[in-house]
């Protein structure tokens, strides 16, 4: 007969880990949503997700542009169910005052490398924290609650980090954690699309901003185990093309360091990522060789 705690984390018990993109460049007043209301959408399908099952787990890493942190950890966090002052519930206001803390030291760090001009958060930063938040609760023991990664992002994909998620994005399929994403951009994310649909994910871009708690609490609040007998919506199509790491576009055809994996849409001599030399030289040589051979038939 199985125990009580082993069928509770065996059914419904959720451990969801929420990436929260808190890039500036990304959050201004030509976005069509501001920060401000993002967040209050997240906080509440935070808290829904905590009411759902007394037993759910949730962690909160903020993913700004020069670093990434943990912000909220609810089975850290003793005194979730007071208030300090009466109004705030206390994972409100521990959240909220990690996060400005974060963003503050996330801005300092910007300034002193100001010469870098990345406007794309650090997606695989924040992943590879998940994972390894994740590990550690896999080896606390047999019994613990279903992971999940949620991916709140809203910047641009970069280029540069295509080697960096697509290792994060594989190692989550080796270890069966599903990575589930809501991208409130613009335009589809490519890296987001395929890490939903390697890991076996749920990726929705809201058609409507305003009604974000929605789309989050109807899709990506449903755990691992009512996901089998429930109908999710579906992309219409993945784009599974690579950006190059010379011009930072996407191309369908390009060359590929056999060293570090580096992707380029042009041939170059020298990898940038790694210095490995390519083998150019050697069909030179090859060719010039035919040609001393042809040579005495003229």
Known sequence: ??????????????????????????????????????LSHVLAFVNSILLLNQLNQVVVIASGYNTCDYIYDSSSDASQLGS???????????????????????????????QRAIKSSLLSGSLSMALCYIQRVFRSGPLHPQPRILCLQGSPDGPEQYVAVMN????????????????????????????????GGVYVKPQHLDGLFQYLTTVFATDLHSRSFIQLPRPAGVDFRASCFCHKTTIDMGYICSVCLSIFCNHHKKCSTCGSVFGQAQSDTSSTSDLKRKAPET
């Not at 409100?92 to 002193?112: P, R």
């Open 84 to 114: 300090e002052d009466g109004r705030m519930p206390s994972l409100y206001s521990n959240l909220l005052q990690k996060l400005e803390e974060f963003m503050i030291k996330d801005e300092k760090l910007g300034k002193e490398q100001s």
């Open 168 to 199: 994060a994005i594989f190692s989550a399929q080796r270890s069966m954690v599903p990575i589930d994403s809501c991208y409130v951009g613009a335009h589809n994310s490519a890296f987001l699309q395929q890490a939903s649909y390697i890991t």
């Open 1 to 38: 007969m199985t125990s009580v705690p082993s069928k509770l984390y065996s059914d419904d018990v959720s451990l969801v880990v929420v990436l929260l993109d808190t890039n500036p460049f990304f959050w201004t007043p030509p976005s069509s949503l501001s920060f401000c209301q993002f």
